[in-house]
């Protein structure tokens, strides 16, 4: 099953709200709740990164039996992994989660790197030293970069998300 953002989140800020109540219940200050609170987003963040970028292994054969427990199954499946597309969720499936039509039309128009800048820098909240590494290139380069995309985003949004056919959007 897939990760549900919104519902996941709504239930994160009412479990959050929970916890803030029983701590003033305590006593405790609200600098340590707020502390509280970024740790906790901290990890739902993280484990939303992890569950997104991850994929399920189970492979289930005619026997009924899965690719977990079945030797020959999970073998062959190792061989072959890196040469089946198995329909899993893409690295850049946040996409999906937006709401704001317009956005999305003109974010599918930009190339796979400027699409996984955007995710290194905003979902992976990676820094640019890391982003710069990733992409072997210098952390000037990956801000010049990042802001570039913005601002084509940008324009492009302003113009109603129309592009010509043959523009490419920037790196």
Not at 90 to 112: M, Q
Not at 126 to 138: C, P, Q, R, V
Request: include cysteine.
């Amino acid at each position: 099953m897939a990760w549900n953002y919104r519902r996941a989140k709504e239930e994160f800020d009412m479990q959050q709200e929970t916890d803030a109540e029983a701590f003033r219940a305590s006593g405790a200050s609200e600098e340590t709740i707020e502390k509280w609170n970024k740790t906790c987003l901290h990890l739902f963040n993280r484990d939303r990164s992890y569950i997104m970028h991850t994929k399920s292994m189970y492979v289930d054969n005619p026997n009924g039996e899965s690719g977990a427990e079945n030797y020959v199954i999970s073998e062959a499946v190792s061989q072959v992994a890196d040469y089946v597309d198995y329909d899993e969720p893409k690295r850049n499936n946040w996409l999906d989660e937006l709401e704001n039509t317009e956005l999305v039309d003109v974010l599918r128009l930009l190339s796979d790197d400027s699409k996984e800048l955007l995710t290194l820098f905003f979902f992976d909240e990676l820094t640019t030293d890391e982003i710069a590494k990733h992409f072997g290139i210098t952390k000037d380069a990956v801000i010049k970069r990042k802001n570039r995309i913005l601002l084509s985003l940008r324009n492009n949004i302003h113009r109603g998300g129309t592009v010509d056919e043959d523009q490419e959007m920037p790196l």
